[in-house]
């Protein structure tokens, strides 16, 4: 099963360190001081509402309508996550229309190409950006290291049935007294 | 590569961080285990250094010495030599033709730190010769300091940062932590995962009003209401501690004749919240087992900040929750230094150590120190720095030395301050930026920043932090400190300090409650709180923990008072409040914040004016949209953010912001104790832009000018020999 990344709303506190982080961590350079409006592309987003503030990012579905719709086969289940193959992605869009949490974007940027005829252009390139969690990072996800209120953290298959587990007995503990017939 | 340890130079959660330096230069920073943020960093202080590179994303660092010799002309660079002789000169007539008190110098809440303040009110006090002394404190916490030092004794946090997450019930009044200290809203998060039971009183559906039991929704401007009709509850219900109440405090007989007019059901139509929600409120904040109030500026930027500081304080000592782990009162002071300012005397009434300037024997005790005759010392209170503008303009002001501070964006009503910056005959800015209010300048000192020099800061829980030099200055700039020494030199008084640890050792000396707060105790994780009297003391995390207040009485000060409305109205042109909040990616006057790639990225210029749904519908305001805000006093464009934490009839901007600056429709009614100004209430209006084509181009061209303006002021400045 894989992991995911999930926002606890009682903590978050909309600060949006995250999302830096996020932007930082997927840059070749790490560069911080780098970052401009034009090349800030997170793949974690707070979301504030009336009652809600809470960060949104990839669950990482076991049956990923984004790989499922894909007409290039770029995306694909790989290291216990949903991954982008970026160089088969045409940028067509399909699989931001498919995600139900709106967690994938295509995002574009500039690259220089060679045009054959000793030409560099610079031509625009698109990718499908959605969370990786930070699977080449030796510290692990960069938003769940920075968040000041500990509100991200990462959800295995353990951690799901642990969860499960805890709901049960709340459920049966607290509501015990109103089975007994 | 090498890692130095520092504390973040933004809000005064005094959070500790590691610099990592490779080959001079910072590439990033780390958080570090400070006893206020356990390893625990903001974006701010992860994403917030980059402002040393001199990015220019905002405006330029200053890095020459320069003179306007009239005013309107180009800035001339100068040596240093010349610089010092200049002020020197120009200070020494000013002081010789209008008198000592015709001079104002200011400190800094900010990176200088400590140190920097403490010479700074020396230089006014024994060189200049008056308490012509202040800081932004007076636009923020000042209340909070004037109320309590006459309700508990101490004009500070009773309890430490940490303590918030421990108490049992927190009750934030006018205090929005996401927003202005994430790492302080962190322990508030903790609280209520530990079951504190939390009470939010803000117009506005805040982080904190999210997570809370209770949110109580008070109108803008009737803050003295709900502190009535909380005090009429505890007493009408017989909620008080009557045995704290009887042997640690005075006053309780003068409440009631106050507070009978306010009863719960009786305010409900003035503040908006039921009496049932005010009742409860009460009920839990006293019968919690140890309870803290914490404020910000939503209490303290009133005409009567004051007074509710006061009477918030009597919520604490009514219940008796003071003096124990989780039950205190938290004013949490908003930038880095705000309480080192304070706790250094660079206010117009206190020496270092909150020691009276019209205590004679205090005087004689500085002035033996400082080797100078007390006679010719100031004997009255000084100027505060809200009151310069009309004091220039009246004539009384006529110099203006300005450290690391930008009235001319963080001050209200920007024209009436615009004016009384005219009116000077002499403007001497020292800062690291091409600010607004360095723009205007006649001398142009400029200094190392934070990251460039170390010293010790004191976060917002009286805790003394070192922090540490990480990189050299690039530029032809000097440390605050030892620029200041040099004009004192040249004006006849000799001041030479070898390092920060110098001074520091001289300001412990002469003050009693910083006495045992040694460098060496302080180390590069030492947390010391003061009071901190004796060199093998710990240092005091907790006020007041024998309930003996530093009161003259030694007993708590019950207080209540009647409301007065807000100064200005609003009215038929001008239907809404405007209030001005913080937040969270940008900091004070934003010099700093604004030239940080990350932090530009998040939000820029023209700012955000924040505003519920139905008010935008009836204004036909869309979402994102630029639109107009005007009050009685100016106009400024800004961008519409619609949002349904907003109340209705009330619009909230931020005041960082310099193209749609805020405090151009702000007003200076002042609160009469502490004279800070009532920025969060005035009247205003906003209106739709019809054509949103050309209000996003009027902004962009608006802000870049605004920006080449400032980058030519540095770059364009030459020797006189050059212009000539």
Not at chain 2, 156 to 173: P, R
Not at chain 2, 434 to 450: G, Q, R
Not at chain 2, 706 to 717: C, G, N, P, S
Request: charged letters at 25%; aromatic letters at 8%.
């Amino acid at each position: 099963m894989n992991s995911f990344i999930l926002a606890d709303a009682n903590k978050c506190i909309g600060c949006r360190t995250c999302e830096v982080a996020c932007a930082v961590a997927h840059r070749a350079d790490g560069d911080v001081t780098a970052l401009s409006a034009i090349n800030f592309t997170p793949r974690i987003h707070v979301v504030k509402g009336a009652t809600i503030s809470t960060a949104t990012q990839c669950r990482q579905c076991e049956d990923a309508p984004c790989a499922n719709v894909c007409p290039n086969n770029a995306i694909r289940r790989a290291h216990g996550f949903v991954q982008v193959q970026q160089e088969r992605c045409i940028g067509c869009k399909t699989c931001v229309v498919a995600c139900p949490y709106g967690a994938m974007e295509v995002v574009t940027y500039p690259v220089v190409r060679n045009t054959g005829a000793a030409v560099n252009v610079l031509r625009e390139r698109a990718q499908a950006n959605k969370c990786d969690l930070c699977y080449d990072r030796p510290e692990g996800p960069a938003c769940i290291e920075v968040c000041p209120t500990a509100a991200l953290r990462c959800v295995d298959r353990d951690d799901l049935a642990m969860l499960s587990a805890d709901k049960r007995r709340r459920t049966a503990l607290d509501n015990g007294a109103g089975f007994c017939v | 590569m090498e890692k130095v340890t520092t504390v973040c130079p933004y809000c005064g959660a005094g959070c500790k961080m590691k610099l990592v330096v490779d080959n001079g230069r910072i590439i990033r920073a780390e958080a570090a285990a400070g006893a206020t943020n356990q390893s625990e960093l903001c974006l701010k202080g992860y994403y917030g250094w980059d402002f040393l590179n001199d990015t220019k994303l905002l405006t330029p660092r200053l890095r020459e010495p320069m003179i306007r010799r009239e005013k309107g002309g180009p800035f001339e660079t100068v040596s240093w030599d010349e610089a010092i002789k200049y002020v020197a000169k120009r200070f020494a007539e000013i002081k010789a033709k209008h008198g000592a008190r015709a001079i104002m110098t200011t400190g800094s809440s900010r990176g200088t730190g400590n140190e920097t303040n403490y010479v700074m009110q020396k230089f006014t006090r024994a060189v200049l010769g008056s308490n012509n002394v202040d800081c932004c404190a007076r636009v923020c916490h000042g209340p909070s300091v004037a109320g309590l030092r006459e309700t508990l004794g101490n004009g500070a946090m009773s309890v430490s940062i940490e303590d918030l997450e421990q108490a049992k019930c927190l009750l934030i009044f006018g205090y929005n932590s996401a927003d202005s200290h994430p790492i302080v809203a962190r322990r508030i998060v903790k609280a209520k995962q530990n079951g504190a039971k939390i009470i939010v009183c803000d117009p506005r559906r805040i982080e904190a009003a999210r997570i809370a039991d209770q949110h109580l929704q008070l109108n803008n401007g009737c803050n003295v209401v709900m502190v009535n009709a909380f005090i009429y509850t505890l007493l009408e219900e017989n909620l008080y501690n009557k045995d704290y109440v009887a042997k640690y405090t005075e006053g309780f007989d003068s409440l009631w004749n106050v507070v009978k007019d306010y009863a719960p059901e009786k305010v409900e139509a003035i503040t908006g919240v039921s009496a049932q929600e005010v009742r409860q409120a009460m009920r839990t904040y006293a019968s919690s087992p140890s309870s803290v109030i914490c404020w910000g500026m939503g209490v303290t930027q009133f005409g009567q900040g004051t007074e509710t500081v006061k009477s918030l304080s009597t919520l604490a000592l009514l219940s008796g929750n003071l003096g124990r782990h989780g039950a205190g009162v938290a004013p949490v002071r908003g930038q880095n230094n705000v309480q080192g300012g304070c706790d250094m005397g660079v206010l117009p009434d206190l020496f270092p150590g909150y020691q009276k300037v019209t205590d004679a024997a205090v005087r004689a005790k500085f002035a033996k120190a400082w080797g100078i005759d007390p006679e010719s010392m100031d004997k009255e209170v000084g100027v505060r720095i809200t009151d310069v503008p009309h004091l220039a303009l009246e004539g009384k002001v006529k110099a203006y030395y300005i450290m690391g501070e930008d009235p001319l964006q963080t001050e209200a009503d920007l024209s009436l301050v615009r004016k009384g910056i005219d009116a000077l005959d002499l403007l001497v800015v020292q800062d690291i930026f091409m600010t607004k209010t360095a723009e205007a300048a006649d001398v142009i000192l400029p200094a190392t920043s934070w990251g460039e020099h170390g010293g010790v800061f004191t976060c917002a829980d009286r805790g003394f932090q070192r922090f540490e030099k990480a990189i050299e200055p690039k530029y032809n700039v000097k440390r605050d400190w030892d620029i200041i020494s040099l004009i004192a030199t040249e004006m006849g008084y000799p001041m030479h300090y070898d390092n920060n640890q110098q001074i520091w050792d001289e300001l412990r000396e002469l003050c009693p409650l910083y006495y045992g707060v040694t460098y060496e105790k302080m180390g590069e994780f030492g947390h010391i709180q003061w009071p901190c009297p004796t060199l093998d003391h710990p240092g005091t995390p907790l006020l007041y923990t024998d309930n003996k207040f530093a009161t003259p009485s030694g007993k708590g000060q019950l207080f209540a008072t009647h409301w007065r409305k807000p100064a200005e109205l609003t009215d038929e042109e001008f239907p809404l409040v405007l209030c001005t909040v913080r937040e969270v990616g940008h900091y004070s006057c934003r010099s700093m914040t604004g030239n940080c790639a990350a932090l530009k990225t998040l939000a820029d210029e023209p700012g955000l004016v924040n505003i519920n749904p139905e008010d935008a519908l009836a204004l036909g305001i869309k979402d994102q949209q630029l639109v107009w805000v005007a009050s009685r006093r100016g106009k400024v464009i800004s961008r519409a953010n619609v949002s349904d934490r907003i109340n209705r009839g009330a619009v909230y901007m931020t005041y960082q912001w310099w193209i749609g600056a805020c405090n151009e429709l702000t007003q200076d009614n002042l609160d009469p104790t502490s004279k800070t100004p009532e920025t969060k209430y005035c009247a205003a209006n906003v209106s739709a832009i019809e054509d949103q084509t050309w209000a996003e181009n009027y902004a962009a061209q608006v802000y870049s000018e605004m920006k080449a303006r400032l980058r030519h002021a540095v770059e364009d400045a030459r020797p006189a020999a050059v212009t000539a």
